[in-house]
């Protein structure tokens, strides 16, 4: 089923016409729901694995337009978590420093060590999406940003970091029943944004730019998925499968203790005696 959503290398000009927002692989929720509670469970378990190795790290990138639910899968999908070697990382409008240097260097610093996992909500791919809808780079800029990325990725796949990428896919309908529902419900007004309105104006420009950039990034190290994200709960199965599937892939144990395990347990009981003043 993962197979579905991902965009291979060698795929044709991406179409995002292609792929329904509403889609769920015609499964109901009630479907996937001891399956879902399983994939939980396996992540716990492979992300203490992972931190306890120390062999490789995970990179997760959100992207998505306003309301595609990037802090919604982060709190649902990744909930069973272990927070002692997980963190999110928001990247905002560039400060004047950061405006300073390359774009990527303000990410490269936040990228995780081996053991972590770091959720980009939001990332790098600004850069060639923001932009360019708001033409303050043009299209030759951002067409060899694209190789710069992938190269940058291709580096962070050769030092042990695997890279998932998902593009988070709402239609714009949802948008506007999302953007309705703060403004109607007191308790998510905070989360409204006349910057929010101002950006649904560019919709379509938005949907040309991601097309170009799932096409001319999604490669073999460091492929891009397209997640029909209308229906949350579809949203958040098929982010958590996918990311239990790759962490599965590594095949990672925990390391060995050198010594003999019944001399250092009769070495701790030896330890317990009354310490020296």
């Known amino acids: 089923m993962i197979e579905k ?3 291979n290398s060698n795929h044709h000009k991406v179409s995002l016409k292609e792929f329904s927002p509403n ?13 879902y509670s399983e ?10 694995i992972l931190y306890a190795s120390k062999k490789y790290a995970l990179l997760i990138i959100l992207q998505g337009m306003d309301c595609s639910g990037k802090d919604g899968t982060v709190k649902k999908a990744l909930s069973s978590v272990n927070p002692n070697g997980f963190f999110v990382e928001s990247f905002k409008v560039p400060t004047p420093a950061e405006l300073g240097h390359d774009y990527l260097w303000r990410i490269h610093k936040e990228t995780p060590m081996k053991g972590n996992i770091v959720v980009f909500n939001r990332s790098y791919y600004e850069d060639v999406l923001v932009t360019r809808v708001h033409k303050t780079i043009d299209d030759d800029t951002a067409f060899r940003r694209f190789k710069e990325i992938n190269e940058f990725e291709k580096y962070l796949v050769n030092n042990h970091t695997i890279v998932l990428k998902f593009f988070l896919h709402i239609s714009k309908d949802f948008q506007q029943k999302k953007l309705e529902s703060r403004l109607e419900t007191p308790e998510k007004r905070w989360k409204f944004s006349d910057a929010d309105l101002k950006e649904r ?12 950039v799932l096409y001319n990034c999604s490669t073999k190290e460091a492929p891009w998925y397209v997640i029909p994200a209308n229906n949350r709960w579809f949203r958040d199965y098929i982010v ?21 395990i019944q001399d250092l347990i009769q070495e701790v009981k030896n330890s317990t005696g009354k310490s020296e003043d």
């Open 23 to 35: 889609d769920t692989g015609e499964l109901s929720k009630k479907d996937i729901e001891e399956e």
């Open 201 to 212: 104006k560019f919709w379509d420009k938005y949907q040309e730019c991601y097309e170009d």
């Open 39 to 48: 994939l939980q469970q396996k992540f716990s378990e492979l992300q203490e």
């Open 5 to 7: 959503y991902k965009i």
């Open 240 to 260: 958590l499968k996918t990311i239990v599937k790759s962490l599965e892939d590594l095949k990672l144990e925990y390391p060995v203790i050198e010594g003999s």
